[in-house]
Nanobody, 124 residues
């Protein structure tokens, strides 16, 4: 079992930046791949970014590529998501997730553990 807690959400103007963080606890010694997803009101949860356990490979949704950066610090069991050039369309609840396998990292079903989410609101 692994527990995930997101932080860093808030209100920002369009063009601004936010840095989210995901803190993992529990079985953090396991080789979990990590991902960030988001869900806007009335929409399905969608993939944002993912990173393998080693940090060698990263994956991004086309809508955030070039603006968001995912990283990880395995010593501290944290996974930051740096978000730059934010747009109103980025407004959503952002969720951190952990996957025991390295497959399906862009899919909700590829993850077995989820945090409670943190709200990000981008004003125009």
């Amino acid at each position: 079992q692994v527990q995930l807690v997101e932080s860093g959400g808030g209100l920002v103007q369009a063009g601004g930046s936010l840095r989210l963080s995901c803190a993992a606890s529990g079985r953090t010694s396991s080789n979990y791949a990590m991902g960030w997803f988001r869900q806007a009101p009335g929409k399905e949860r969608e993939f944002v970014a993912a990173i393998t356990y080693s940090g060698v490979r990263t994956y991004y949704a086309d809508s955030v590529k070039g603006r968001f950066t995912i990283s990880r610090d395995n010593a501290k069991s944290t996974v930051p998501l740096q978000m730059n050039s934010l747009k109103p369309d980025d407004t959503a609840v952002y969720y951190c997730a952990a996957a025991e396998s390295g497959f399906r990292l862009t899919e909700v079903g590829g993850y077995g553990y989820w945090g409670q989410g943190t709200q990000v609101t981008v004003s125009s």
